[in-house]
């Protein structure tokens, strides 16, 4: 069993719609939880980061994680064209140290006007 | 501006050739890090480095190496050893161990 499991899409989607995305994991010990966006040719922007369970809310952004689950989710509301990128979840099990993150493969979304 | 500056954007490697890929950030960040993303297998970690003139190996750095002179640079070589070096080599920096990382915008390598 992988790490990380992120279905890789591709996810269309109409302008205006919510945006779901989700991953799996099978480490109980990872704790910090991100969310990158990575257009086509670019490296991964850091859109999200949260620790523990819980919800966070950054705009149209929500990320929310589920331990007991071991499932993390990404919602992006009022969806626009400029969102069309691939998604990647990252976590770590702990940031002090060496700070090393497993990543999903990523998740291909693409809004349609 | 601050940021992570990769270079250069393209690069072409001959069979037997080593080549170096450049690292730069000014954004005064201790760690660093050499990532390799290639289509489906998603980020795999090549080298890191949390402090000057120290480095570990990662997950898949047989035929790479790197230094850390500076505080700034972390140049990444890709020895002819590495008999597969087609991808897209991602750079990231840290401001401590206890922060994301934040990632350049990558150098994608070819085998002429």
């Known amino acids: 069993q992988k790490e990380v499991e992120q279905d890789p899409g591709p996810l269309s989607v109409p302008e205006g719609a919510i945006v779901s995305l989700n991953c799996t994991y099978s480490n109980s010990a990872f704790q910090y939880f991100m969310w990158y966006r990575q257009y086509s040719r670019k490296g991964p922007e850091l859109l999200m980061y949260?620790?523990?369970?819980g919800n966070k809310e950054d705009g149209r952004f929500t990320a929310q994680v589920d331990k007991s689950s071991k499932y993390i989710s990404l919602f992006i509301r009022d969806s626009q064209p400029s969102d069309s990128a691939t998604y990647l979840c990252?976590?770590?099990?702990?940031?002090?140290?060496?700070?090393?993150?497993?990543f999903g493969k990523g998740n291909q979304v693409v809004v349609i006007p | 501006d601050g940021g992570i500056t990769q270079s250069p954007k393209y690069l072409f490697r001959k069979e037997g050739q080593n080549v170096t890929l450049s690292c730069e950030q000014n954004l005064n960040h201790d760690a660093m890090y050499w990532y390799r993303q290639d289509p489906g297998q998603g980020l795999r970690l090549i080298y890191y480095s949390q402090i000057v003139n120290d480095f570990q190996k990662g997950d898949i750095a047989e035929g790479y190496s790197v230094s850390r002179e500076k505080k700034e640079s972390f140049p990444l070589t890709v020895t002819s050893a590495q008999k597969n070096p087609t991808a897209f080599y991602l750079c990231a920096s840290a401001r401590d161990r206890d922060q994301p990382q934040h990632f350049g915008d990558g150098t994608r390598l070819s085998i002429l």
């Open positions: 990252a976590m770590s099990v702990a940031l002090r140290g060496n700070n090393r993150l497993a």
């Open positions: 949260t620790y523990s369970s």
